[in-house]
Nanobody, 126 residues
Framework: QVQLVESGGGLVQAGGSLRLSCAAS????????MGWFRQAPGKEREFVAA????????YYADSVKGRFTISRDNTKTTMYLQMNSLKPEDTAVYYC???????????????????WGQGTQVTVSS
């Protein structure tokens, strides 16, 4: 049973930083691509960032490029999202997710992700 648990969310002022973590268990973590998504109230879930199975390739939504950094530590079976220069429009519930097929490249569409965490709230005040 694959489990993903996010942590690190909270309330921060605009311009501040947060680091989200996604701890994974239940299978060989290092074999699978992962991603971060977010959902603001009244909006669709949107792609934020993704990383391939080895960590050698990443991809970002234009809205976060240059401000957010996705990474993974396969020895700790944990993925991270470092968020800098936060803006009020970054306010959302952030979810981590992973795919079912091993050794794939970065994936940006939510439909290809099968396992999801419960989400962590990020609130950026102006």
């Amino acid at each position: 049973q694959v489990q993903l648990v996010e942590s690190g969310g909270g309330l921060v002022q605009a311009g501040g930083s947060l680091r989200l973590s996604c701890a994974a268990s239940g299978r060989t973590f290092s074999n699978y691509a992962m991603g971060w998504f977010r959902q603001a109230p009244g909006k669709e879930r949107e792609f934020v960032a993704a990383i391939n199975w080895s960590g050698s390739s990443t991809y970002y939504a234009d809205s976060v490029k240059g401000r957010f950094t996705i990474s993974r530590d396969n020895t700790k079976t944990t993925m991270y999202l470092q968020m800098n220069s936060l803006k009020p429009e970054d306010t959302a519930v952030y979810y981590c997710a992973t795919v079912t097929d091993p050794f794939t490249c970065v994936q940006v569409t939510p439909e290809v992700y099968y396992y999801w965490g419960q989400g962590t709230q990020v609130t950026v005040s102006s």
